[in-house]
């Protein structure tokens, strides 16, 4: 529940308040949320031009989340209408946004392996030298190899909060697909902690579902004899799961998303937004 008086603008929300004012949108917005999930799971099925109507979709539905929060909804239809001429566009930001990612990821690779063996190999010299102990040299070594891995993850989870709001940008402002991946670069500068620990609580507010249609199914299907009548259907079960648990969560990432948008925006440029009135 996020109630709001319409005489003060909204304060910069908490880490937690994001997610929760996320879940009560979407949940007072679910059929219509969910259709249009479902809609773009479908269109993914078709390469290139359907790849482009499920990104396209999926910034209508933050471009539908956020207008509620500024108290102007928009009608699918209007929505679907402004964004039309933009479908590309969102292919386009999926496309660099997914290379620059990769990229970053083949670089952390090589550098981390690099400066792995290089200290790991004056490490085992010290070491051996010193203490002469196997044992304490593996758990100094165990040691080094977690703290790489949170490294690691931590720098890449670094990138991906730049732009994890790319499309949102484009489907509220006028603005191209390349300013829009410079504007989510621009929002959550200084704001990468905040926007890692509300992805953090969003993954686990959807783990159970992860679970139920993703994680679940595919533990039985390794179990079963490949090829037999009784795999066949459960990969089918499997994959019909999937399809619909993509759908019930893409909606609750992408009203995440207009909620982070509009609560940076705040922050950064004292938007004068309001959320409404009543229990979104």
Do not use: C
């Not at 219509?32 to 773009?40: D, E, G, H, K, S």
């Amino acid at each position: 529940m996020y109630h709001q008086n319409p005489q003060n603008p909204i304060r910069p929300l908490s880490i937690g308040n994001v997610v929760s004012t996320a879940i009560a949108l979407y949940r007072s917005h679910l059929k219509t949320y969910f259709q249009l999930a479902l809609l773009a799971s479908v269109w993914f099925i078709v390469p290139i031009y359907g790849w482009a109507k499920y990104f396209a979709i999926s910034g209508m539905i933050s471009r539908l989340a956020f207008k509620e929060l500024i108290n102007q909804p928009e009608s699918v239809s209007n929505a679907s209408e402004s964004l039309k001429p933009r479908l590309w566009s969102f292919l386009r930001i999926a496309l660099e946004v997914s290379i620059f990612l990769f990229l970053i990821y083949l670089g952390l690779v090589f550098v981390g392996s690099i400066a792995a063996m290089m200290i790991g190999g004056i490490l085992g010299l010290i070491l051996g030298a010193v203490f002469n102990n196997p044992v304490l040299t593996g758990v100094l070594f165990g040691i080094l190899i977690i703290t790489a891995i949170i490294g690691f993850i931590f720098v890449l989870t670094w990138f991906i909060s730049r732009w994890l709001i790319a499309e949102v940008p484009l489907s509220i402002e006028e603005i191209n697909g390349k300013q829009s991946i410079q504007r989510s670069w621009d929002l959550t500068k200084a704001s990468v902690i905040r926007i890692q620990g509300v992805v953090m609580i969003a993954f686990l507010v959807t783990l159970p579902m992860l679970i139920l249609t993703v994680y679940a199914p595919s533990i039985f299907l390794v179990t079963l004899e490949a090829g037999s009548s009784l795999y066949w259907l459960v990969y089918l079960i499997s994959i019909g799961l999937s399809l619909v648990g993509g759908a019930f969560l893409l909606p609750f990432w992408q009203t995440t998303k207009a909620v982070l948008y509009y609560d940076l925006r705040s922050r950064r440029e004292g938007l004068d937004l309001q959320l409404r009135d009543r229990t979104i």
